[in-house]
């Protein structure tokens, strides 16, 4: 490597452990602050927020729950090469990276400022970390400048000759005689352009150290204020009325089978927030208002007076593409919304339900839906334990036959009674549909895609769902053959998925399997596939199997 080239690359080193240093300062002035304003995730809502749909419905379906952890690598190392820059700038002209970190610090209090949330805190966090980074830069960058030693410790040949004679390492192998630390000189020689190697080193090292340090500081100080520990304390209520006991012939138990009941750890989770937001029961209000007679307000402890209902409804995200997972099934514990809106008393006219979680996020859902007899909750629980903090605690809506994004609000603090002519929840104007029932699908679990199996009888098997309608039929078919009726397990409703299962002779070699559900409405699958956007995929379910002799 050059002379220039190899103080180059140490620039860029250093303008790394700057950004490290901005980085973890940052999450220790949000740790003490605001979790929120951490200005990476500040940033990486801001991102979630202004992705246009189609970039994150392929995002949904590409990473599926990963995509959060993969935006946020891709934003550090967007920022770890854009601070590697500013290293090289800097160390051509230290205001270079002063303009740099300027520009960072405005993208980063603008971000934090355009969250929901924001109060006048989050702008600290940002600055905290730009302020930090400045003084990094500072001590940092020169280390990484290459010393001239030839005018500091060159003792000039005899003969007058401005340039130093001999090849550089033979140069620097020289030692003035007024040098005062020989060792430290034979490192710069090593570093080859007279840049001070172990100073680049020491500093490196010394900026990771406080970048780490403030940064797992920042986060145990953010854990602090999460909710776990109140989440734990819980006593769920009784049910007024109770889930009826699972049918026995719920569960088919055909091994690679979706259990009927997905337990909470493996619950798909889809949401806009980077960092769960953290609900402390004791400070949870629901406020329903609006187009009412009365509005309300109510408690934590309010809520969990009232009777509740405890209900199996299998949720569904309307990003689902077919075959896809984004979908499962739990008991959920809650008090019925429809109760709650006839306490408050909607107005005529009033079509629509706004709910707004903590986070700001809002959704959408028909008034005559809630009140048409269905378990649409207020829930507080979910398969026997208070709602996981991901699921949405203390307080989430859960509404039989409606996606998602229509229907199942987190951290629900807010409910405006409206219509759909004046008001619009956050996903309507990115692409998805004002309303959104969901649709009556199917989905071969096993065996899976691309499998090899034993030629034989071959259990095919898989889930239906048409929630509140019912399924009705699954139908099979092979390489286009007949299609043959599958075999439905029990339910305890139309609000829950149904699994199946059909016996196959399956003979050697390459088979094409097809799925279609008949819900109890008489409606069919159609055949055709379609995208999830607007209003949710629709199609069947096609896999390839190779079955050997
Ligand atoms: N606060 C909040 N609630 C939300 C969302 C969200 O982004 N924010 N996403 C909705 C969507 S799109 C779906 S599919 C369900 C998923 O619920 P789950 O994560 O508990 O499976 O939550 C809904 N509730
Ligand atoms: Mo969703």
């Given at each position: 490597m050059s002379t220039r080239g190899s103080g180059r690359a140490?620039?860029?080193?250093?303008?790394?452990?700057?950004?490290?240093?901005?980085?973890?300062?940052?999450?220790?002035?949000?740790g003490l602050l605001e979790p929120r304003a951490f200005p990476v995730l500040a940033v990486g809502d801001a991102v979630v927020d202004a992705t246009p749909a189609p970039v994150k419905d392929w995002a949904i379906a590409t990473f599926g729950v990963y995509d959060k952890i993969v935006l946020i690598t891709g934003i550090l190392l967007i920022l770890a090469a854009i601070a590697a820059a500013l290293g090289v700038l800097a160390a051509r002209r230290l205001l270079y990276g002063y303009?740099?970190?300027?520009?960072?610090?405005?993208?980063?209090?603008?971000?934090?400022?355009?969250?929901?949330?924001?109060?006048?805190?989050?702008?600290?966090?940002?600055?905290a970390g730009i302020a930090a980074a400045a003084l990094a830069l500072r001590i940092l960058i020169p280390r990484a400048a290459p010393r001239p030693p030839a005018v500091r410790h060159e003792p000039r040949p005899a003969g007058g000759s401005p340039e130093p004679t001999g090849t550089r390492d033979e140069r620097h192998a020289h030692v003035a005689?007024?040098?005062?630390?020989?060792?430290?000189?034979?490192?710069?020689?090593?570093?080859?352009?007279?840049?001070n190697r172990r100073g680049v080193l020491v500093g490196a090292v010394a900026g990771l150290g406080v970048a780490g340090v403030s940064g797992?500081?920042?986060?145990?100080?953010?854990?602090?204020?999460?909710?776990?520990?109140?989440?734990?304390?819980?006593?769920?209520?009784?049910?007024?009325v109770p889930a009826k006991a699972l049918p026995a012939g719920a569960d088919l138990r055909v091994p690679g089978l979706s259990p009927?009941?997905?337990?909470?750890?493996?619950?798909?989770?889809?949401?806009?927030?980077?960092?769960?937001?953290?609900?402390?029961?004791?400070?949870?209000?629901?406020?329903?208002?609006?187009?009412?007679?009365?509005?309300?307000?109510?408690?934590?402890?309010?809520?969990?007076?009232?009777?509740?209902?405890?209900?199996?409804?299998?949720?569904?995200?309307?990003?689902?593409?077919v075959g896809g997972d984004l979908i499962g099934n739990a008991r959920w514990l809650g008090a019925p919304l429809a109760d709650l809106l006839r306490e408050a008393g909607v107005r005529p006219g009033a079509d629509m339900l706004l709910s707004t979680s903590a986070d700001g996020w809002t959704c959408g859902t028909p008034v005559e839906t809630v009140l048409d007899g269905r378990n649409a909750?207020?829930?507080?629980?979910?398969?026997?334990?208070?709602?996981?903090?991901?699921?949405?605690?203390?307080?989430?809506?859960?509404?039989?036959?409606?996606?998602g994004y229509v229907s199942a609000t987190?951290?629900?603090?807010?409910?405006?009674?409206?219509?759909?002519?004046?008001?619009?929840?956050?996903?309507?104007?990115?692409?998805?549909?004002?309303?959104?029932?969901?649709?009556?699908?199917?989905?071969?679990?096993?065996?899976?895609?691309d499998a090899k199996v034993k030629a034989g009888r071959v259990a095919v098997a898989g889930v239906a769902w048409a929630q509140h309608r019912g399924v009705d039929a699954v139908e099979v078919r092979i390489d286009g053959g007949e299609w043959r009726v599958a075999r439905l397990a029990e339910t305890p409703g139309p609000d829950t998925w149904r699994q199946w299962t059909l016996d196959w002779d399956a003979a050697p070699g390459r088979h094409r399997i097809e799925v279609r559900?008949?819900?109890?409405?008489?409606?069919?699958?159609?055949?055709?596939?379609?995208?999830?956007?607007?209003?949710?995929?629709?199609g069947w379910h096609t896999i390839t199997v190779d079955v050997t002799p």
């Open positions: 140490w620039a860029a080193l250093l303008g790394v452990v700057t950004g490290a240093v901005a980085i973890g300062v940052a999450q220790l002035a949000a303009l740099g970190l300027a520009v960072f610090a405005v993208i980063g209090v603008v971000a934090a400022l355009s969250r929901p949330d924001a109060d006048p805190l989050y702008p600290f966090p940002t600055l005689p007024d040098d005062p630390a020989p060792a430290v000189r034979h490192e710069r020689a090593a570093a080859g352009g007279g840049v797992a500081l920042g986060r145990a100080l953010a854990g602090r204020l999460e909710v776990g520990a109140a989440r734990s304390e819980v006593a769920l209520p009784r049910a007024a009927f009941v997905t337990p909470n750890q493996s619950f798909y989770r889809i949401d806009t927030a980077l960092i769960v937001p953290q609900v402390a029961p004791g400070e949870w209000r629901l406020r329903v208002h609006g187009l009412v007679d009365r509005p309300l307000e109510l408690t934590y402890a309010d809520l969990l007076r009232r009777p509740m209902t405890e209900a199996d409804v299998t949720l569904a995200c309307v990003s689902n593409e909750l207020l829930a507080v629980a979910m398969n026997g334990e208070a709602l996981p903090v991901r699921h949405g605690f203390p307080v989430r809506q859960v509404v039989p036959g409606l996606y987190k951290w629900v603090v807010d409910i405006k009674v409206t219509r759909f002519a004046e008001d619009q929840a956050y996903w309507t104007p990115r692409g998805w549909a004002e309303r959104a029932p969901i649709k009556t699908q199917s989905r071969i679990d096993v065996p899976r895609h559900a008949t819900d109890v409405t008489g409606h069919t699958q159609p055949q055709r596939r379609t995208k999830p956007a607007p209003d949710g995929a629709e």
